[in-house]
């Protein structure tokens, strides 16, 4: 048994490891399947064609079957008339033969008379009586797919290990088979891990979080044509874990669990495979992906530890796992070409030193695919989510420019929305999208000023904003300058929210301004930098002559990223306090204090207008329809501007 | 009823006329279920979180939780001390709260204790008795994750009419579903018509072919997650076929056919489609194509009859039916983003008038994607399977000019292949993949001097060649000067092979000499232009003064793709002779008169000399196990530059 003991692999040096092991374990077992059920499976045997195709010389057109040197000299002027002696339709054997001046109606597809060696198409005939004139000449052999010219029997059609696509399956048909040999499908067993987890829709307690690993994993094996069975949550003890592992290994090829892998969790996992057999990986120098194991089972199973955290369990399935069960399955191309270049549009700096995954969104934008980082914490499942897929950076490379190309590796197909709208959070966003039938648009809520960043960068469409300007007072209107965007964005008016605070029912800490923020009693939520309610608290703050709230108010440091992560704090009693939107207090049946009206407005990249869905959302937002339906939201009304320029 | 007769519609307006009708017909029905069994289903309901996501402030790395403001100063040099309090493990509920001065181990994912607002890391502490030495500074909230801060309870995280891919089902499990609505699946009937169709594996009678389309057209249903079930092949027969589609139509939500739609055939499909409901499409302005017929069935349920050649059949269902079965699934975004944009390496004139569907074949270049048109008949079973996909030009575009970019509308996901090889058909190229292992390999037999072209265009990275240059009698190397590819290719020395009359059994025509070709009772078969093979044979006509041998030789005109298309004629008795390697009339069991030994050699570009397959294509045809392999072929072998560079 061969230990490998606290030495980090690189993916790639992991990848090799086992591959190595891989070539030498047989390949899966074969099967026979109708070809009507092969799709996506891995073909298990070299296959020839059985039969020509076309199996005859047919016509490809509807038209007269000739000799091409009785009518070589035809055309409009000067047609040629031939004797038609037949007729000839698809599937019938043709008893006639063809000499010279005359010919034969033949169908497309239909067997081609003895004699006759080309077809004239029907538009350039003129049938009368038992005669036809022909008007345009023809070569030998025009308008006849000739016997196997297409394949010919006894061809090699398709190779062992190929994965079956819907036009192999074509392939199949036409050459003759109905079945074909396959490899038996990989069957793969998933546990999750870990005294944390409970299964959804179970209630949560302190302390759980719901398992989503246990899902999502199962769900991307099956996407890519495995047998996978999600066997359920094992609690963080050795003998329970041990016993279900073993059983699985008895009935799967593969087992994977994802979590207790990490030291703080007593490397559970790594003791249960080794146990089992051998270890062939303990770590991986990635982050994140760290706690990654991979063993070899007594009985040449492979086993995967992965992480507990949902995406980075996903991005360790994704770069080095899958391509382990693509040779697994004896396949001898890849699952997916899930795979695209796009442009960084911003520096990103590693500390080297290992592989660093950055997951990315990507944006389409006219200087081609861009990959936008996505800098939040692995174990956040809106990141997996939002993100398209992730960079692998290599431990050799300590930064990636700013505008250089980056290869991302997908976790599914790439879709790109018709609208990526980025900025502040604001159900009347959703309003406008559900009454314009956008639903493959793209919402980030990242607060206005990001919004505004995005827009520069080319990522965003459509940034919702609502930033005071210190200034003036006044909403939005200084922003394009301030950013150097003059030429380059559009603002459209929107609508007026009240914005106040958000306290408990009934008030209890009878909060009545910015001031009761100072008192000792009294916890607040705050939002994030760059948000336009952040912007609103920072301005009121330093009227009040507070230069150092983060000490002076209890909770100034903890940031909600929404609204309602502002309400639900408050809710749950996290936070006595905090600023946000009337709609969101009466949504969640909390008291509401108004401290002002805000504008909220669009603002449009000018190169994005020309997208359909750009120019729905405008038109929606200028609709009587969208004014009716906004109005009826809590604390907001439509004004004057709604839908219109407002800037330039 | 509304007819539309005789007037045939673009896609374009195809699309629009029945989107319009899709609009107003009500949507799928709706079903419960698991998130487990989700994937790929349409979300028939908006779906707002139930919980927070992280549900409680949890640590997101291993290490102590603390009271920042403690910290604040500590680095290397000075680090602070700080009381060990106690332990929380994950998914524990911590009774303790934090004072001033005291920490608290904590693992990833488990809950702060009150009091604390960050985590340092274990990697910048030391433990010593019950106190710990933290030796840098954290921020509050640093390694934290807050409650909601990723999703809070009643955001809308997913929106009705979303294709669930595997990282919405994780957000599903995250905010504490485990079942959703989502609509049924669509349910689709095809038939494939034609007296023409045999089933595999049924043996061919003359007249009759394989059906594909039945085949195909399931597959790719199911490929973009439909239920769809063949239901056989009907007969021409007008009372058979209305009977079948009658009943599908209880049963299903769409019915499709191929074949029996164009005027030749009857028009059968457009009098059942009448019979049964109304015609919106009776007709596509697309070459090929045209014969596509779509109504609506009095029950609301749409009538697709497709035409019956698998590559048109495929193109009109990939352009036009997809996206209207995606409106039907309930569907707000389209099932797949299965189009690429590639460059035309050369120029296609259209004669307008009507789209035009043009397959091509998509081949990664130092340049990019390249989209290659592949100009074969729409009746090639082999067309639609070597074709990546197809560009739709419009019919007010003449023409696209080389080194434009198209948009490839691709039949599934892209694949590249690990290595390209065009030019000549040798089974010696088979012995090297299978020798390499190289099964994901691109080969296509268009001759050797196709392959030279694909070669400059760059679409190839090797070419097997055999061209005699009738100056100097010696092979290929005059063809890099000739084609100004000096500096860019490479040629490695292949092998001999013995060139022939292929003739049947007992040589009953006493084939000797080409002389013997200009015979009246002797039916030839030839090569195509560009191949080796015909290179030779017009050599050696040519020496023997014959300068019109389309009218002297009968079956001149007759051009056979590959070698084995010759033995396959000359087996049937198509033809009475072809010439070819001796190695195919073995194969074929036929008789073999030698002409010459030929050399068969492999050019590679210069710039793909650093594909792994490439490499590993060479190491092969170097290697001895190659040179014993190839020896054991009848009428091969090496010689001592196999597998040198012997050019330039």
């Known amino acids: ?345 911003m520096r990103i700096e590693t500390r080297g030193g290992k592989t660093w995954y950055i997951p990315v969104q990507i944006v389409d934008s006219p200087r081609g695919l861009m990959a936008y980082p996505i800098l939040r914490g692995s174990g956040s499942a809106s990141t997996l989510a939002e993100s398209d897929g992730f960079i692998a950076i290599p431990e050799d490379t300590l930064f990636i420019d700013e505008g250089e190309d980056v290869e991302v590796n997908l976790f599914e197909e790439l879709r790109l929305p018709s609208i990526s709208i980025i900025g502040s959070h604001c159900p009347g966003i959703d309003l406008i999208l559900n009454l314009g039938e956008i639903y493959d648009a793209k919402v980030i809520n990242v607060g206005s000023l990001s919004g505004w960043k995005a827009l520069k960068l080319g990522t965003a469409d459509v940034a919702g904003t609502h930033l005071l300007d210190e200034k003036t007072m006044r909403y939005n209107l200084h922003m394009p300058e301030e950013l150097g965007l003059r030429d380059e964005v559009e603002i459209y008016g929107g609508y007026i929210r009240e914005v106040g605070f958000i306290v408990a029912e009934g008030n209890p800490k009878k909060i009545k301004g910015f001031e009761d923020l100072l008192r000792k009693d009294v916890i607040f939520v705050n939002r994030v930098k760059g948000s336009g309610i952040r912007t609103l608290i920072d301005i009121e703050l330093k009227r009040m002559g507070i230069m150092d709230p983060e000490k002076r108010i209890k909770g100034y440091v903890y940031e909600a990223k929404t609204h309602t992560a502002v309400a639900s704090a408050v809710k749950n009693g996290r936070a006595d306090v905090g600023v946000g939107i009337g709609y969101v207090a009466k949504l969640y049946g909390l008291d509401f204090i108004p401290i002002r009206e805000e504008r909220f407005d669009f603002a449009v990249r000018r190169d994005r207008l020309y997208k359909p869905a750009v120019k729905k959302f405008l038109k929606i937002l200028k609709s009587e329809r969208f004014a009716e339906e906004l109005n009826r939201l809590p604390h907001y009304r439509v004004h004057e501007q709604t839908g219109k320029r407002i800037y330039p």
């Not at 005359?102 to 597809?109: D, R, S, W």
């Not at 409970?198 to 979080?209: D, E």
């Open 1 to 345: 048994m061969r230990r490998i003991f606290h030495r980090l692999l690189s993916p790639e040096e992991a990848l090799k490891t086992i591959e190595e092991r891989i070539k030498s374990m047989k390949k899966p077992e074969r099967e026979v399947v109708k070809i009507s059920e092969a799709l996506g499976r891995i073909l298990a045997e070299d296959i020839y064609a059985k039969v020509d195709s076309p199996p005859f010389d047919r016509a490809i057109v509807d038209g007269y079957a000739v000799r091409a040197e009785d009518v070589y000299q035809a055309d409009e002027a000067n047609p040629v008339k031939l004797k038609l002696i037949g007729e000839i339709e698809v599937g019938e054997i043709p008893r006639m033969e063809l000499r010279s001046g005359e010919c034969v109606e033949i169908a497309t597809g239909a067997l081609m008379p003895r004699g006759a060696d080309a077809v004239v198409m029907i538009e350039y005939t003129k049938r009368s009586g038992d005669y036809v004139l022909i008007y345009r000449g023809v070569h030998p052999g025009e308008n006849v797919a000739q016997t196997g010219s297409d394949i010919t029997a006894g061809d090699l059609v398709l190779r062992k290990g190929k994965r079956l696509n819907s036009r192999d399956i074509a392939v199949l048909a036409a050459v003759g088979y109905d079945r074909v040999i396959v490899y038996k499908r990989l069957r793969v067993a998933f546990f999750s891990t870990g005294n944390e987890l409970i299964s959804p829709p179970n209630p949560l307690k302190p302390g759980k979080i719901y398992d989503v690993n246990g899902y999502v994993i199962p769900a991307m094996l099956r996407d890519l044509g495995l047998d996978a069975d999600f066997l359920g949550i094992l609690p963080d003890k050795y003998e329970i874990m041990l016993k279900s592992i073993r059983e699985a290994l008895n009935e799967y090829d593969v087992v994977m669990t994802s979590g207790s892998t990490s030291a703080g969790a007593g490397d559970v996992i790594y003791r249960i495979f080794e146990e089992l057999g051998e270890i062939m990986v303990h770590g991986l120098r990635v982050k994140p992906g760290k706690p990654t194991i991979i063993g070899l089972s007594r009985n040449g199973k492979l086993l995967v530890g992965l992480p507990g955290f949902p995406l980075s369990c996903a991005m360790v399935f994704i770069h080095l796992i899958k391509p382990l069960l693509n040779e697994l399955s004896g396949a001898e191309e890849e699952f997916h070409y899930w795979k695209v270049k796009a442009m960084l549009p």
